[in-house]
């Protein structure tokens, strides 16, 4: 018996590796203080009752945003051991399986389990605020969305200490991800924590849409909206037309590996080729997926600290739609040295070209509200300013790698790591902090310490360029993607020793945002926004206490005007009284908790496992669970209730101290 033990455990979890064993040491002990921590404070009734069963709204993008950190710590250690491999020639400090393990999941828990969660924490933060509603269209749906994309992630982060992790590349093509060549449950982790992480994303994008098209204030028409909610809406229906590509790409590579069928096995009567175009058919997409609410949020940044009304806000709007749609016609740029054909390549060498218009019109845009703006120098402005030279240098190679004939150079170098690092850090990870830093007081109350702020701002940016910019001319001396080590012959020591220094000032950085929250929480009573409007901002979110309470807006406002608040601040200093409150407060209507959500998401994560492992009743129980908690939720009519406006009213007078409502 003890034998059989011991035999299942060596090939259930991971062995041989100290990194390894020091990640299950990490684990457990992290487990067990978070575990005496909640015991210690008698906080467990707490922490189910208003973070694992909550759908408000904001508390979900919290949830959203602090698993998007521990995401980038994750990922962000993954590229420092890649790092540290390709420092010097010959290094033998990670194996080719393992490198190859931990550039596979450096590349999906960046995109789909750092920056995904990042995006949609901000769209739940802000969105029903921006536009005046009190919380998304399906509050319930917005619980489900986030718990199934942890539990996806869950699945999938689990991966690395038990079966063995994905080895196959971030995008799994065939045939490294089929059978015959991967036939350890690593695969299988992969494609399970990306499907029910992805049947949440699909959900997301539909929640929002209704609720931008369905729940703004009376008198926001779409062209009175502020910028990042079209830019939300933008992503959104790129999110619904591309995620059920993905769905369906990795349940065909799944009945490969698990029914032995052979849709992408060429000695079947499959073709591999088929898997990637569709692969990018969704991942080129996903690329604008998540850059387009970056803009969004750099466009409300910059007309606040510049204090003038956005440049183009309409050529804004059609420049973001236009994006959203041409973004599923260039996916085949991925491949053009796999033998298309020359028109296949001119046609899609031309539609990455016209994308590039659009997207450069809004640097332009942001630029012009900037010429003769009074600009104020805060951390979110500094991220701004600071994105978009990186950002036009990543516009601008990757103008370069459409042109077909020369992408035959660039093409699997470092060239291209470090031109799409320029897009995604650049673009979307400076964009998202910039955003966190900019409605951190409407989240919590209180401005994080702006001193810190800029040194984490500095080497982030030092370091990025650091390490990046290197990686361009190490491309074109030959170096490849996915080498695990090189000779000392090569000649590309210099610049892989600059870059491994550049990657650790980002990781420094990191560490500096992490104490700046640390410490802003530690010293949060001397930085306490007490107006509600700490930048002198345009858009309704700063008409509000900080932090928001639970039900946003005691009145929902109307709006009359593009930037509401910042004009009426305009008429006001011009002596016109406003008449902020025009209606009586009534009661509010909100939905109740529920711990629903977090058990669906718990019965996908065991089917998950079972499907992983091939075991049969894990597969049946959480199938089961998920449809006895559907069921239960659909007989469940007692989901709403009212604040009463007592209630209301002290919590708005406490917030206010006096002053009016809204």
């Not at 669906?600 to 089917?607: H, N, Q």
Request: hydrophobic share 50%.
């Amino acid at each position: 018996m003890l034998e059989k033990i011991k035999d299942f455990a060596s090939g259930f979890f991971v062995t041989g590796d100290p990194l390894i064993y020091g990640a299950d040491v990490a684990i457990v002990l992290t487990l067990l203080s978070a575990f005496a921590v909640l015991t210690y404070l008698k906080k467990w009734k707490w922490l189910w009752r208003e973070w694992l069963t909550t759908v408000d709204h904001k508390k979900i993008g919290i949830l959203y945003i602090l698993s998007a950190f521990l995401m980038l710590f994750r990922g962000g250690v993954d590229a420092l051991l890649m790092r540290a491999q390709l420092a010097m020639p010959d290094v033998g400090f990670l194996g080719p399986d393992h490198y190859n393990e931990i550039f596979t999941t450096h590349g999906v828990i960046m995109i789909l389990f750092m920056a995904m969660p990042f995006m949609f924490g901000l769209f739940n933060v802000m969105v029903p605020l921006q536009i005046g509603a009190r919380d998304v269209a399906f509050p319930f749906l917005n619980a489900l969305s986030f718990w199934l994309f942890f539990s996806g992630a869950m699945l999938f982060n689990l991966s690395f200490v038990i079966g063995g992790s994905p080895d196959a590349g971030w995008l799994a093509y065939p045939p490294y991800s089929e059978l015959m060549y991967n036939p350890g449950p690593g695969q299988d982790f992969y494609i399970w924590g990306i499907q029910i992480s992805g049947i949440g994303s699909l959900m997301t994008g539909i929640n929002f849409i209704v609720t931008i098209l369905k729940m703004r204030a009376p008198g926001m028409k779409l062209m009175k909206m502020p910028m990042f909610p079209w830019s939300v809406l933008s992503s959104c229906i790129a999110i619904i037309f591309s995620f059920p590509i993905l769905t369906a790409t990795l349940t065909l590579l799944f009945l490969d590996r698990y029914a032995g069928a052979h849709f992408f096995t060429l000695d079947g009567g499959g073709n591999p080729m088929m898997y990637i175009n569709l692969i990018w058919m969704w991942g080129h997409p996903e690329v604008y997926i998540i850059v387009l609410p970056a803009f969004g949020i750099f466009s409300e940044i910059v007309a606040t600290f510049s204090r003038k009304k956005l440049f183009g806000y309409k050529s804004m709007v059609y420049a973001m739609m236009i994006i959203s749609i041409l973004s599923f016609l260039v996916w085949a740029h991925h491949f053009f040295t796999m033998g298309s054909g020359a028109d296949v390549n001119a046609f899609f060498a031309l539609t990455t070209m016209l994308i590039a218009i659009p997207t450069g019109a809004k640097v332009f845009n942001w630029l012009f509200t900037m010429f003769r703006g009074r600009i104020s120098f805060e951390t979110p402005m500094l991220w701004t300013i600071g994105f978009i030279p990186c950002f036009v240098t990543g516009g601008l190679t990757g103008v370069l790698l459409s042109v077909a004939p020369a992408d035959f150079q660039f093409h699997n170098s470092y060239f291209l790591v470090a031109h799409f690092h320029h897009v995604i850090i650049g673009g979307v990870v400076f964009g998202y902090f910039a955003g966190l830093y900019y409605w951190w007081p409407k989240l919590f109350g209180f401005k994080l310490n702006e001193r810190i702020g800029k040194w984490a701002f500095w080497f982030w940016n030092i370091g990025f360029y650091v390490c990046f910019m290197p990686q361009y001319v190490l491309g074109l001396m030959g170096m490849t993607r996915r080498v695990y080590t090189y000779g000392w012959d090569k000649g590309w020591l210099e610049m892989n020793v600059v870059s491994t220094i550049g990657a650790l000032l980002m990781g420094i950085a990191f560490l500096i945002q992490v104490w700046q929250i640390f410490h802003g929480f530690k010293h949060r009573a001397k930085n306490m926004d007490t107006t509600g409007d700490p930048w002198n901002g345009r858009t309704l979110e700063w008409s509000i206490p900080s932090p928001a309470p639970y039900y946003n807006f005691a009145i929902i406002p109307t709006v009359t005007y593009q930037d509401e608040l910042w004009e009426r601040k305009l008429r006001q200093n011009h002596g016109e009284k406003m008449q902020l409150v025009k209606e009586e407060i009534s009661p509010i209507h909100m939905p109740k908790n529920s711990g629903i959500p977090i058990i669906i998401s718990a019965c996908w994560f065991i089917a998950g496992f079972g499907f992983v492992f091939h075991w049969t009743w894990f597969i049946i129980t959480g199938l089961a669970g998920i449809a006895i908690s559907m069921l239960v939720h659909s007989f469940n009519y007692d989901t709403e209730y009212y604040i009463p406006v007592d209630e209301i009213k002290e919590l708005e007078e406490r917030a206010r101290k006096g002053t009016v409502v809204n």
